[in-house]
């Protein structure tokens, strides 16, 4: 699959712009704060209507206008797609595929893969266990719209729930709902923690043959999931998942209202790596935690290739400046096939890549 063209009004630091790039590789140079990283933000967001960088929509309109406007000409199966997003200050977007207006973000799966790897990225092993649960958010999103939909009406019970606890010993009242809000929390993940298993387990099956070709064969990594603990097959269909799950919170309630918030739900999932029988967080070094990192990233890249036979957009936002020569070349001799966008400051670290389309950013344009 390919984006093909892409058209952009008042997003971020673009006032306008049309391009169109190669379906091989597309390296996207200039100094920072010239727009690099928003261009390929544009990108992955008509894959999931979400930005790496950012919470709110609001934030991706250029500042002193109410609106920003998106649109992506992309080819996938022989089969051409323009997807538009409408972004407003004080109103809700709107996501649209060849015209016709989408209901949820979920219904963008199918159409455009993108994988993504910046700099922050890097650190990906060494944080807390919510920068990994993102990752496996943004790749199982894409793949799977159940999920997409689980997580979206998860996230939103998530944040009700919280609010009736934080809120119940002003109001005790507001304890009545809260048996309500923990089934359909229940219920959402269920779904959440038997797609999540699933995935990890393909990541672990993949991964680790990646990681040995970087670490020449001279490191073993090891993936694992945990989750609730009452959870005995994460695997399991969504409809074995749910009373375990119910058990837990029924067993966490009353520490729950003790403690004001949530303490029981796959919102505390963690995917475990380990390098050579340690946990990577704790004892990884520098060049290891990158290695694993790229590993789990070039691993969804190649998940996406198998369920769907096409090669999902790859985007390195200057990722390669803050690699060894090492693990530069690495990642470049596995760009073989499908579509890639490379931003840095220099070009010529690139001169391996003789093929493609090169443009140059430069206050917020597009030179190509």
């Keep these: 699959m390919t984006v093909d063209q892409i058209s952009l009004d008042f997003f971020r630091s673009y006032v306008h712009l049309d391009a169109e790039f190669d379906p091989g590789v597309n390296v996207i140079v200039g100094e920072n704060a010239q727009g690099k990283t928003n261009l390929l933000e544009a990108v992955a967001y008509l894959s999931s209507a979400?930005?790496?960088?950012s919470r709110y929509d609001r934030e991706l309109i250029r500042h002193g206008v109410d609106h920003a406007f998106l649109r992506g000409r992309i080819t996938s199966r022989d089969r051409t797609v323009?997807?538009?997003?409408?972004?407003?200050?004080?109103?809700?977007?709107?996501?649209?595929?060849?015209?016709?207006k989408l209901k949820t973000?979920?219904?963008?799966?199918?159409?455009l893969h993108t994988v993504l790897f910046c700099p922050?990225?890097?650190?990906?092993?060494?944080?807390?266990?919510?920068?990994?649960?993102?990752?496996?958010?943004?790749?199982?999103?894409?793949?799977?719209?159940?999920?997409?939909?689980?997580?979206?009406?998860?996230?939103?019970?998530?944040?009700?729930?919280?609010?009736i606890l934080k809120d119940s010993e002003q109001y005790p009242g507001l304890l009545d709902t809260l048996d309500d809000f923990s089934l359909r929390m229940a219920q959402c993940g269920a779904v959440i923690v038997h797609y999540r298993a699933h995935f990890i387990r393909r990541l672990a099956e993949t991964a680790p043959a990646i990681h040995a070709d970087c670490s020449g064969g001279r490191e073993k990594l090891e993936l694992r999931y945990e989750t609730v603990s009452a959870v005995t097959d994460p695997e399991a269909g969504p409809k074995v998942l749910l009373p375990q799950l119910l058990a837990h919170q029924e067993s966490h309630r009353?520490?729950?209202?003790?403690?004001?918030t949530c303490l029981s739900g796959p919102h505390k999932d963690e995917l475990v790596v380990d390098i050579n029988g340690s946990a990577a967080k704790a004892y990884a070094s520098q060049g290891q935690t990158r290695t694993a990192a790229l590993a789990l990233k070039l691993a969804a890249r190649d998940i996406f290739y198998h369920d769907s036979e096409e090669w999902p957009v790859l985007l390195l936002d200057d990722v390669l400046s803050e690699l060894d020569a090492r693990r530069q070349e690495f990642v470049l001799n596995r760009i073989t096939s499908?579509?890639?966008f490379i931003t840095c400051c220099e070009e010529e670290k690139l001169a391996r890549l003789k093929e493609g389309k090169a443009f140059c950013v430069k206050d917020g344009k597009l030179i190509g």
């Design 254 to 260: 009353e520490a729950e209202i003790a403690a004001r």
């Design 50 to 53: 979400s930005s790496h960088r």
């Design 82 to 100: 323009t997807l538009e997003a409408d972004l407003h200050r004080g109103a809700r977007r709107q996501l649209r595929s060849n015209g016709v």
């Design 120 to 163: 922050e990225d890097l650190y990906l092993i060494r944080q807390g266990a919510e920068a990994r649960r993102r990752f496996l958010d943004s790749c199982i999103c894409q793949l799977r719209p159940k999920y997409a939909q689980a997580l979206a009406e998860y996230k939103r019970l998530y944040q009700h729930k919280t609010r």
């Design 338 to 340: 499908g579509q890639v």
């Design 105 to 111: 973000a979920g219904e963008l799966s199918g159409i």
